[in-house]
C-alpha cells in the first residue's frame, strides 16, 4: 500500500491484482479518516466484472476504543 501510495502522490495510475483505479482518491479517503483516529487495514471488492476487474470496493477502517 505505501509504494501505492508513493506512486499515487507522484501522479502514478496503480494497478494491482486486477484493480485499476486512480489511487489519489482514495488516498483522500484514508487522510481524512486518519485525521479523525481512524487506521486503514484494507479493502473489500464488492463487485467484480466478468472479466475478474474489481469495480467497486469498500475501504476498511478500524480505531481504538
Known sequence: VNVCN??????VRVIIAGLDM???VHRAII?????????????????????????DLDLVFERDA
Open 31 to 55: 487522510d481524512e479518516y486518519a485525521a479523525k483516529g481512524y487506521r486503514y487495514v484494507g479493502y473489500i471488492p464488492t463487485n467484480i466484472n466478468n472479466y475478474g476487474k474489481i469495480t
Open 6 to 11: 508513493e506512486l499515487a502522490d507522484r501522479g
Open 22 to 24: 486512480d489511487f489519489k
